[in-house]
């Protein structure tokens, strides 16, 4: 019955209140117990009588008579007594009740000044010093406070009505908090039942700010699982569209030498070379999908140890010397802020500024500059590889670094081997450039070039020092 979130807060909220109620009417029902109203009026009277008697003493400077004590004491329904110095009782209104002893002056200074008879019974009294050095106390039994018809006929009855009222209001906000906090909470459930269906819509923010941030959360979380849902839609679409040629290729032209179509020396050799070329390209995305499978697990083996970053752009410069005469462009290489030696996997650099370098050659016009620019700066080694090409559109900026993103027909990622690749590129540098750490991004112009800047720290998360 009481499973759900909602009730048992409900729950736990009622029992707060029936707790607060009791409490507080344990406490009133103390207070009346203790009735200071009876103890003010016990006090009046005993005032009231000592100001009679010592009135009187003051007046004939002598006590008054053993009848005046008596008749005092009866009008005011007290115990008059006189205490000599040492203590003994000279004077007793009521002897026959068990004794009183002369209380202590501490005793007399607290505020409800109380003694005990020889029985064990409480008074309460007043004590002042006479004249003659004798001492005059007025008494009077502590008042009882008559428990049951208080409960009965003074306090029972409120009680119950202001508890019921306040229970039943209580009740009330208990149930609408409940729901405060547990409805977002059951939105949630709800909105998780529909995953992974795209949908399934964000949650809206209400409740407390806890609820809230568990709301935002949720919800970044949704747009992770449909942006991963569609990514993977795509991925299996984009291989299914990259393998559709050259399967194509390699099936037609199989054909073709199983049917003697191609039945010439030359023609069965154009058919074994577009046959090993096409079987080559799928090779070649097949391990770029396992290579950035890895970096995105975490698990690919970079091997670590200390880079000239100097020295591997040089080496990468001078692999595409042929390339860039080729085609007319200009290779640059700016190295500056000193040597630029850091903690890294050479090889897989390597790869990296290959790619950047192969990529800004190929969309660069002949007469063009490609610079690679190396220096470091705030505990990083940034590294630019700059291009006076076409440029990338603007709307494909934010999907660059994207599997199987081709922004265009003139600036594609490609493979290499002057052959359009399919995509993987820049996905596969971004993904190694975060494996040491780094970041990646990306400038450019249309009809003014690009230039990609990878950001490599010093100091790795792991705390390694790369310096």
Same mark, same amino acid.
């Given at each position: 019955m009481f499973s759900s979130l909602r009730s048992r807060l409900w729950l736990s909220y009622t029992f707060l209140v029936v707790t607060a109620l009791a409490v507080v009417a344990f406490v009133l029902i103390l207070f009346l117990i203790r009735n200071p109203l009876l103890y003010r009026q016990t006090f009046d009277r005993i005032k009231a009588a000592e100001n009679v008697l010592v009135a009187q003493e003051n007046q004939s400077l002598r006590l008054p008579s053993a009848d005046k004590f008596v008749s005092v004491a009866q009008a005011f329904d007290v115990r008059v007594l006189v205490f000599a110095g040492n203590g003994s009782v000279l004077r007793d209104t009521d002897a026959a009740s068990p004794a009183i002893a002369l209380p202590n002056k501490l005793a007399?200074?607290?505020?409800?000044?109380?003694?005990?008879?020889?029985?064990?019974?409480?008074?309460?009294?007043?004590?002042?010093?006479?004249?003659?050095?004798?001492?005059?106390?007025?008494?009077?039994?502590r008042p009882k406070a008559p428990v049951l018809s208080i409960l009965t006929d003074e306090f029972l009855p409120p009680l119950i009505e202001g508890g019921v009222i306040a229970l039943l209001f209580s009740l009330i906000l208990a149930f609408v908090i409940s729901r405060w906090v547990a409805d977002p909470l059951q939105n949630v459930i709800a909105a998780a039942r529909t995953i992974p269906a795209d949908a399934a819509r964000p949650v809206e923010l209400n409740g407390p700010q806890e609820v809230q941030e568990l709301t935002r959360a949720f919800n970044a979380m949704l747009r992770r699982v449909?942006?991963? @849902?569609?990514?993977?839609?795509?991925? %299996?679409?984009?291989?299914?569209?990259?393998?559709?040629? &050259?399967?194509t290729s390699i099936q037609g032209f199989a054909q073709a030498i199983l049917d003697g179509t191609a039945n010439t020396p030359e023609t069965r050799r154009q058919a074994a070379e577009v046959i090993y070329a096409e079987s080559g390209r799928m090779h070649r995305m097949a391990l770029d999908l396992l290579d950035l499978a890895r970096l995105e697990a975490g698990i690919a083996d970079l091997k670590m140890s200390p880079v000239d970053m100097g020295a591997l752009l040089n080496r990468v410069i001078e692999k595409f010397v042929p390339m860039a005469s080729s085609a007319g462009v200009k290779l640059k290489l700016d190295l500056s802020g000193g040597p630029l030696t850091f903690m890294g996997d050479g090889d897989r650099l390597a790869q990296v500024f290959t790619n950047?370098?192969?990529?800004?050659?190929?969309?660069?016009?002949?007469?063009?500059?490609?610079?690679?620019?190396?220096? @470091?700066?705030?505990?990083?080694?940034? %590294?630019?590889?700059?291009?006076?090409?076409?440029?990338? &559109?603007?709307?494909?900026?934010?999907h660059i670094f994207d599997r199987f993103y081709q922004a265009d027909s003139s600036r594609a990622s490609r493979a290499g081997g002057g052959k359009p690749g399919a995509g993987l590129g820049l996905a596969i540098v971004q993904e190694l450039v975060n494996a040491h750490g780094g970041r990646i991004s990306v400038r450019?112009?249309?009809?003014?070039?690009?230039?990609f800047i990878v950001h490599l720290p010093l100091s790795r998360p792991d705390g390694h020092s790369q310096a």
């Open positions: 007399a200074m607290r505020g409800v000044p109380s003694e005990r008879d020889a029985n064990g019974r409480i008074w309460l009294y007043s004590l002042r010093p006479l004249q003659d050095g004798t001492w005059l106390m007025i008494a009077a039994p449909q942006s991963s @849902q569609r990514s993977q839609r795509d991925f %299996v679409a984009n291989v299914s569209h990259e393998l559709k040629t &050259p399967l950047l370098v192969d990529n800004a050659l190929k969309f660069t016009l002949p007469g063009g500059l490609v610079t690679l620019r190396a220096a @470091q700066d705030k505990g990083e080694i940034m %590294v630019s590889v700059s291009d006076t090409g076409k440029g990338i &559109p603007t709307d494909a900026l934010p450019s112009t249309e009809g003014r070039g690009a230039a």
